[in-house]
T-cell receptor, first 115, second 109 residues
Framework: EPEVTQTPSHQVTQMGQEVILRCVPI?????FYWYRQILGQKVEFLVS????????KSEIFDDQFSVERPDGSNFTLKIRSTKLEDSAMYFC?????????????FGEGSWLTVV | RKEVEQDPGPFNVPEGATVAFNCTYS??????FFWYRQDCRKEPKLLMS???SGNEDGRFTAQLNRASQYISLLIRDSKLSDSATYLC??????????FGAGTRLFVKA
């Protein structure tokens, strides 16, 4: 079964450092997403991406964050100048199209710890 | 009012019990509804979509009441492996997906 893959599974970084989280969405999917989940809290939408541009973003996704699809397979989330409160599990996801009934498939997540 | 609201639980039930979870959503324009399950420190996994007519998948039954903006999930004959957090998920036709905080279920032998 095709799956969304994410790297790294766990990263520890110092406050103020830049972090890049990588994702390989399912190959025939067209819509890509990043979500985060702070420990003990709910899953929160960050951003959606389609046709090489951001299609929607939440208020969490400020100038500190950026996304990119540098090639035909990878989808990255960059966090500039990390803060302690950025510590969370970051989930990449993809879906085949934007029909609202379509399932979103999640990767296993990248656990980011900012110290 | 929260966009998607769930009873956090936890629900502690014996094996074989029937358990029901409820969820309410605030945006009447919401178009798609799902139940996901999430195991501890794992990714959310789709359990089932929720259709207006209600739908069943084995031991799981989902219901949607658009007038009341209410979604439910019924689990029959609970198994130990059903222990997880159940997430109510709502999409409004755009790209944004709103998750509830989840309801924790513990099934005990």
């Amino acid at each position: 079964e095709p799956e969304v893959t994410q790297t790294p599974s766990h990263q520890v970084t110092q406050m103020g450092q830049e972090v890049i989280l990588r994702c390989v969405p399912i190959s025939n999917h067209l819509y890509f997403y990043w979500y985060r989940q702070i420990l003990g809290q709910k899953v929160e939408f960050l951003v959606s991406f389609y046709n090489n541009e951001i299609s929607e973003k939440s208020e969490i996704f400020d100038d500190q964050f950026s996304v990119e699809r540098p090639d035909g397979s990878n989808f990255t989330l960059k966090i500039r100048s990390t803060k302690l409160e950025d510590s969370a599990m970051y989930f990449c996801a993809s879906s085949p199209d934007r029909l609202s009934g379509n399932t979103i498939y999640f990767g296993e997540g990248s656990w980011l710890t900012v110290v | 009012r929260k966009e998607v609201e769930q009873d956090p639980g936890p629900f502690n039930v014996p094996e074989g019990a029937t358990v029901a979870f409820n969820c309410t959503y605030s945006n009447s324009a919401s178009q798609s509804f799902f139940w996901y399950r999430q195991d501890c420190r794992k990714e959310p996994k789709l359990l089932m979509s929720v259709y207006s007519s209600g739908n069943e998948d084995g031991r799981f039954t989902a219901q949607l009441n658009r007038a009341s903006q209410y979604i439910s999930l019924l689990i029959r004959d609970s198994k130990l492996s059903d222990s997880a957090t159940y997430l109510c998920v709502v999409r409004s036709g755009g790209f944004k997906t709103i998750f509830g905080a989840g309801t924790r279920l513990f099934v005990k032998a």
